[in-house]
């Protein structure tokens, strides 16, 4: 018994530390899988202990506090969470044979996708939306409405005549793949980039303002927690009922009667998820019949009427051929694995970012090594562990850390195991980075201009500065063997004089940690660019979300001269629109 105690105590201490690496500092520790896995074991060996005596135990919380500081209010219903099986076996033994007396009922489950995002609970009175919470520890949650009531899915008001009183609506935001690289490459510095899709939602949920961000966020409904009066016998018909009153729901919803037909449904979309445009974990099963759920009830975590059936984690092992050393625009040195190719959901994949060397470190990285990859959020590659139990003295070498910068051999810095390039722009690879920088949409936004373009110009040392890109001229072109109709194209474009908001200009500069989020914060508290060349960093801290580290960058920056005369020349190409200004 004493063993139990201790086992049950090692295993709520690592479940805990793993909550708060996940929740509150939104770096998952271990995958979602391993997350499960470790509290189905905690769940089986309490199961013969007291109530009273789990009261502290993870088993029994539901914490998802994402925004602690805001204000808090209590749901209607409980938000709970959902219990989980990884095979067709565990979830026959689980929840379909509960049920076997239901057996010939037809239609008796339904069957939905389990989306990778944030469950949030929206109240609706009069069909007028209230608030919208996120789940907080289950029976409070923190008050997100600013925020999601700019989320274009999430209507205001209710559509029809006939909705309920008090209506609460539960559902999950999510980002589609498609922003989700965008917000990786586009909003946020490198240092911030977010390793899945529901860590971005979370990042933006976040934000103390996401104006113009909403539009990247998505809603599905997928139930009602509270209604004043009954909606729907069945929840296929409950959320039909949902969608007439303007609330999406996925069109992947199924109503079954058999486990064959539950494991179909899962196959399919195991298959193909990589195809749908969002991130899916697994898929929900729940029972149809709205009366037995209520009859069947919930545990103090869980309805007992829903079982989420995970997708196995997509991880795969191979070998780790090689890592390069890629120096990027504001001359970070990045180490890039390169390995044997893989399938992971039917795209093939060689490389990994490994972030800075610390991560080379940490993982006892070796070529020839057995690594095994993971695909987080189905997006981007990333190193998971080294198989040591593999690794032989003959096939595995040192990786040597590089002193001379890979693209121009400049000495490199190594501050705290960050690797940078000493060289500026004389460096080919940081200022092909910054163009493309440059010329990107959230920048200058130069049409018919475009990386490859980039790439080539710089290679053949045809430009060495922003200036002689808008000189280039036809016999320059020529000299890349492009069509004629193409160079006439990229000349008008060039020689447009160019419109740009002030936060897209000040984002073109490419000022260290200063993505177009700050870059806008920047341009709507100066409103005009000379008050921004003016300022110093007692006026910067006044600025709401700017670190002081950016803070310092943005000063270096305006104490060059060179900087500000390159401003100078950039306003002769460039005309900035001003927001705001009162004439
Ligand atoms: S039903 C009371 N349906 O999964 C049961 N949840 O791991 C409420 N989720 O917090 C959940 N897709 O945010 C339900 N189709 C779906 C879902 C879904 C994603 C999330 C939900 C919940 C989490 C539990």
């Not at 090692?10 to 909550?19: A, D, Q, S, V, Y």
């Not at 970012?353 to 990285?365: P, S």
């Not at 803070?551 to 005309?575: E, M, T």
Request: aromatic fraction near 12%; charge should be positive; charged fraction near 20%.
């Amino acid at each position: 018994m004493i063993k139990v105690n201790k086992l049950i105590h090692k295993l709520r201490e690592k479940i805990n530390i793993c909550n708060y690496k996940y929740y509150v500092l939104n770096k998952p520790a271990i995958t979602d899988q391993q997350y499960d896995l470790l509290l189905l074991k905690l769940e089986k060996l309490e199961r013969y202990i007291p109530l009273e005596k789990k009261q502290k135990s993870p088993t029994q919380n539901i914490n998802d506090s994402l925004l602690k500081h805001y204000k808090q209010i209590a749901h209607k219903t409980p938000m709970l969470s959902l219990q989980n099986t990884f095979n067709s076996q565990f979830l026959y033994k689980q929840f379909i044979c509960l049920y076997k007396k239901y057996i010939n009922y037809k239609n008796f489950f339904c069957c939905e996708l389990k989306f990778d995002g944030v469950a949030i609970n929206l109240l609706y009175i009069n069909g007028h939306l209230i608030h919208g919470l996120t789940r907080g520890n289950g029976y409070i949650g923190e008050d997100i409405t600013h925020n999601i009531s700019l989320i274009k899915d999430i209507p205001i008001k209710l559509k029809g005549n006939n909705i309920p009183q008090t209506l609460e609506v539960r559902g999950e935001i999510f980002i589609t793949k498609k922003n989700f690289y965008y917000i990786n490459q586009n909003f946020l510095m490198q240092k911030k980039k977010f390793c899945n899709t529901r860590s971005a939602v979370v990042g933006l949920l976040r934000m103390r303002n996401i104006n113009n961000y909403a539009n990247l966020l998505s809603f599905f409904c997928y139930g009602v927690g509270f209604a004043n009066r009954n909606i729907a016998c069945y929840h296929t018909t409950l959320l039909k009922q949902c969608k007439t009153y303007g609330l999406p729901i996925s069109s992947n919803i199924i109503s079954c009667t058999t486990l064959q037909e539950i494991i179909q449904f899962y196959d399919f979309f195991k298959t193909n998820r990589h195809k749908l445009s969002y991130d899916i974990d697994g898929i929900v099963i729940k029972i149809n019949d709205i009366f037995l759920q209520k009859q069947i009830g919930c545990n103090s975590r869980a309805p007992k009427w829903a079982i989420a059936y995970k997708f196995p984690s997509q991880e795969k092992s191979t070998i780790l051929k090689q890592i390069f050393f890629q120096t990027g625009r504001t001359g970070i040195i990045t180490p890039i694995a390169y390995f044997k190719s893989i399938k992971i959901s039917g795209v093939k994949i060689c490389y990994a970012t490994l972030y800075n060397i610390n991560e080379i470190y940490r993982l006892d990285l070796k070529i020839g090594d057995i690594i095994t990859i993971q695909r987080c959020g189905n997006v981007i590659p990333k190193i998971i562990h080294v198989v040591k139990s593999k690794r032989t003295k003959q096939h595995s070498n040192k990786i040597i850390i590089p002193q001379f910068c890979p693209s121009c051999n400049a000495k490199i810095i190594n501050n705290n195991n960050l690797l940078y390039c000493s060289a500026s722009f004389s460096c080919k690879a940081q200022f092909k980075e910054y163009l493309k920088h440059f010329i990107s949409r959230n920048a200058i936004n130069i049409k018919y201009v475009g990386k490859q373009l980039i790439y080539r110009l710089v290679e053949k040392n045809i430009i060495s500065n922003v200036m002689d890109l808008f000189a280039l001229n036809k016999k320059q072109l020529r000299l890349l063997n492009l069509g004629e109709t193409t160079i006439q194209k990229i000349l008008l474009s060039l020689y447009a004089k160019h419109k740009v908001y002030l936060h897209n200009f000040l984002f073109a500069l490419g000022i260290k940690n200063m993505g177009i989020v700050t870059s806008k914060n920047i341009a709507d508290h100066f409103v005009t660019l000379e008050n921004f060349l003016k300022t110093d960093k007692y006026h910067l801290l006044k600025i709401n979300g700017i670190g002081l580290k950016t803070i310092s960058y943005i000063c270096s920056f305006l104490k060059k001269k060179d900087n500000i005369q390159y401003i100078n020349l950039l306003r002769q190409k460039i005309d900035i629109i001003y927001l705001n200004i009162t004439q």
